[in-house]
């Protein structure tokens, strides 16, 4: 994709539903009775209507981010693994639960592409209790609204059904936030008569039917007359729009209904040679599509369909993804697929290339005797800032420059266990934003010089010990004459709630921009000298850890100074 503008927006996307690991064989035939066939060509990943979806979103360039069920399986690290190495962050909802996660044996049939599955999808998982449930969803919606207010774009939900309460709770919160909520329809399930009154836009296959029915017309049309409940919060369109609702039919044109108007939109014609997961890439190509509120719907569904052409016409459930860029959807509005994650810069800005010694200079001009002035430094996990931060105090040294780190403010562990916060530290709501914020109010107003009038007392700051993964409390005395606080972490350029009252205490922000193949190295690195496997510091640094950074990365712009270290 080539579109006019290359500065193009980057939405986000939640997804909520199902997740597997997808066990494909390609084979001539399928087997018959107590037969065993030799395959074609085997391929291992994660599926689920969902997780695909989120795969498609991110692949066109979405903050996309999954809510799903996986658990603590080894198996659930497989999917883990795939799905973040496509670049989808993942919430797990059931991280301690230690039964297997749905596993699909699929059969893809090499003369026609069409796909055999088996799977027992969500049926054997337990969730969460309602209430512990609706406050981790809370969390994660609250997380992607911040990231689609920084892409300047807008986001949507969509859900596939296949967790109830889930599926329910999240749309509800959806709609309290005024965010688009688009169901995925592919057959019923009885969460669906409570579901899909939530929903703002409905995309149901030919083979979905409202119990009663016996068509997908009439379907439709049941459909398009369920009442609205829950908020009546603005959409993209405005609070009035009817609910859309459109069906698939294969290589058949797309029909679609929205109030008054209605329509059909074709299917490109290819030469099919696989069609797992079409619908799915589909869908996650609409969702990317609707968060443009200047498409119209035949826009909309037009590019999905060439999306779900695509994917029918390569074989292997992830090699289409690298085609992607031989479409053009909707003109110059959607961006090119998401830039080599090698690279140096994070923001519209340059990153200017610097050593440790002129940056020690530069903060030291800041160190003015008699006054108080912050410098904060800022950037995403692994990028260097408490190292930067720390040999920049210990240069000056302490008479001039004392470092006080955000990390003194995390949550206690026992607190994120009961918030159900835990698996997700280091993300912007696992810190005491507000305690971080009146340290350093207190800080800047400390600036007078010990002796004379006025002079303030000792400010005693906290500190994080990463051995214990805990915060020490009065650790870091500041004194009233220090001219110079280094602060570092990750959301110091937040500008919502009180990191804007923090941002608004700093005298000059350095964020550093090193490239993403070094820093998740460095995290990696990091979590396994502090005890995780392999396995787990990766699954870490490329889950949670990324999708803190990718906020983290949209922030860069409100720096004074995007720092590349030479």
């Known amino acids: 994709m080539a579109p006019d503008h290359p500065s193009a ?43 695909n979806a989120a795969v498609v979103f991110a692949a066109l360039g979405g903050h996309a981010l999954l809510i799903t069920s996986l658990g603590s399986d080894p198996l659930a690290r497989l999917i883990f693994g795939e799905l973040a190495s496509r670049g989808v962050h993942i ?32 049926g054997t998982r337990a969730l969460p209790a309602p209430e512990h449930l609706d406050a981790l969803v809370s969390d994660a919606l609250g997380s992607a609204a911040l990231l ?42 009885p969460v669906m008569a409570e579901l899909l009154p939530l929903a703002d836009e409905v995309i149901c296959s030919a083979d979905f039917r409202w119990p009663g029915t016996t068509g997908p017309d009439e379907s439709a049309g049941v459909v398009r007359g369920l009442a609205s409940h829950g908020s009546g919060q603005a959409r993209l369109d405005g609070p009035q729009t009817p609910r859309l609702v459109a069906v698939t039919h294969g290589r058949a044109p797309i029909q679609w209904w929205q109030g008054e108007e209605s329509g059909s ?14 619908g799915d890439a589909m869908h996650g190509a609409y969702a990317f599509l609707r968060t443009d509120p200047g498409l119209s719907v035949t826009e909309r569904l037009t590019g999905a369909a060439r999306v779900g052409a695509l994917r029918c ?31 140096p810069t994070v923001s519209s800005l340059p990153a200017v290339d610097v050593t440790l010694a002129e940056l020690v200079q530069r903060a030291r001009a800041l160190a003015v005797p008699g006054e108080r002035h912050i410098l ?20 000056l040294g302490p008479d001039v420059a004392v470092l006080v780190a955000m990390d003194g403010f995390h949550l206690a562990n026992v607190v994120l266990e009961s918030l159900g916060r835990r698996d997700r530290k280091g993300a912007h709501d696992t810190f005491d934003s507000a305690g971080y914020a009146n340290l350093l109010e207190r ?7 010990p002796g004379r009038p006025g002079a303030t007392d000792i400010v005693y700051a906290p500190e994080f010990r990463r051995e214990i993964e805990e915060d020490i409390g009065c650790a870091i005395p500041v004194p009233p004459g220090t001219p110079l606080v ?45 005890g995780k496997s392999a396995d787990d510091a990766r699954a870490w640094a490329l889950g949670t850890d990324q999708s803190n950074a990718d906020l983290i990365e949209s922030t860069a712009e409100r720096a004074d100074l995007i720092v590349r270290l030479v």
């Open 9 to 51: 927006r980057r939405p986000a996307g939640v997804f909520v539903g199902l997740s597997t690991l997808d066990v494909v064989h390609r084979v001539e035939r399928a087997p018959g009775v107590n037969e065993k066939v030799t395959a074609r060509r085997q391929d291992v990943s994660a599926g689920g209507p969902a997780a």
């Open 91 to 122: 919430i797990d909802v059931t991280p301690d639960d230690p039964a297997p996660p749905a596993v699909s044996a699929v059969a893809v049939t090499e003369a026609t592409g069409e796909r055999s599955v088996v799977s027992i999808d969500a």
């Open 148 to 189: 689609s207010d920084r892409a300047e774009s807008g986001g949507v939900v969509l859900i596939d059904g296949h967790h109830p309460a889930l599926a329910v709770a999240a749309a509800r919160d959806a709609r309290r936030r005024g965010i688009p909520v688009v169901v995925d329809a592919g057959r019923w399930k």
């Open 265 to 278: 939109v074709p299917v490109p014609a290819v030469v099919v040679v696989d069609t797992l997961a079409a």
């Open 313 to 343: 016409s390569v074989v292997g459930p992830r090699e289409w993804l690298g085609e992607l860029d031989s479409l053009t959807l909707a003109g110059h509005l959607i961006p090119d697929p998401p830039a080599d994650r090698s690279g």
């Open 376 to 395: 904060g430094i800022v950037g995403a996990p692994g990028a260097g800032k408490s190292t930067v931060a720390a040999h920049v105090a210990a240069a």
């Open 443 to 449: 800080l800047h107003r400390s600036s007078i010089a």
């Open 486 to 530: 280094v602060t570092e972490g990750n959301y110091l350029l937040l500008d919502g709630g009180a990191w804007a009252r923090a941002r608004a205490c700093l005298d000059e922000v350095w964020f550093l921009a090193p490239g993403d193949d070094l820093r998740q190295h460095r995290l990696v690195l990091r979590h396994e000298t502090f």
